[in-house]
């Protein structure tokens, strides 16, 4: 019994499996198979664009706000820093547009950085002052404090 794309996303995606394995090309909703995998593709580079957020927003309170660092941000940082490089491992094509994403992640953790230090906007630079590599390097701290 055909499940449809739309009614039961969990059954449609076990039949379609079944299809691809069985070799019965002819019979796999092909459209909404491809549609899904460029979805597969556009989640991994929103995940990394959450990791750099969030690495950003954490190297942007370390700078801005030195007397409230502590371990808590410092252990946040580290693991960022971790859990980016690895997601980058097994996602190696998505050094390809790394200036593109960590300049959108900036703009929603400048915006966060505001929120969470209650410090205007204005505050943070405008664009990015960090290049990705720098961002990465476990040996990099704002204003050399570790």
């Given at each position: 019994?055909?499940?449809?794309?739309?009614?039961?996303?969990?059954?449609?995606?076990?039949?379609?499996?079944?299809?691809?394995?069985?070799?019965?090309?002819?019979?796999?909703?092909?459209?909404?198979?491809?549609?899904?995998?460029?979805?597969?593709?556009?989640?991994?580079?929103?995940?990394?664009?959450?990791?750099?957020?969030?690495?950003?927003?954490?190297l942007?309170?370390?700078?801005?706000?030195?007397?409230?660092?502590?371990?808590?941000?410092?252990?946040?940082?580290?693991?960022?820093?971790?859990?980016?490089?690895?997601?980058?491992?097994?996602?190696p094509?998505?050094?390809?547009?790394?200036?593109?994403?960590?300049?959108?992640?900036?703009?929603?953790?400048?915006?966060?950085?505001?929120?969470?230090?209650?410090?205007?906007?204005?505050?943070?630079?405008?664009?990015?002052?960090?290049?990705?590599?720098?961002?990465?390097?476990?040996?990099?701290?704002?204003?050399?404090?570790?």
């Amino acid at each position: 019994m055909s499940t449809t794309y739309e009614t039961d996303f969990y059954a449609w995606a076990n039949e379609q499996a079944a299809l691809l394995r069985a070799g019965k090309l002819a019979e796999a909703d092909i459209e909404h198979i491809a549609g899904e995998i460029e979805s597969m593709g556009k989640a991994e580079k929103r995940e990394l664009v959450n990791r750099l957020t969030v690495l950003l927003l954490h190297l942007l309170k370390w700078r801005f706000q030195p007397k409230w660092r502590g371990s808590s941000w410092e252990t946040r940082i580290k693991i960022q820093r971790i859990q980016t490089r690895e997601h980058m491992e097994d996602n190696p094509s998505l050094k390809a547009n790394l200036t593109e994403y960590l300049s959108s992640a900036y703009r929603v953790a400048r915006l966060e950085a505001a929120d969470e230090t209650k410090l205007a906007e204005t505050t943070f630079p405008p664009n990015c002052p960090w290049i990705f590599e720098q961002a990465m390097d476990p040996e990099f701290w704002p204003d050399g404090a570790a």
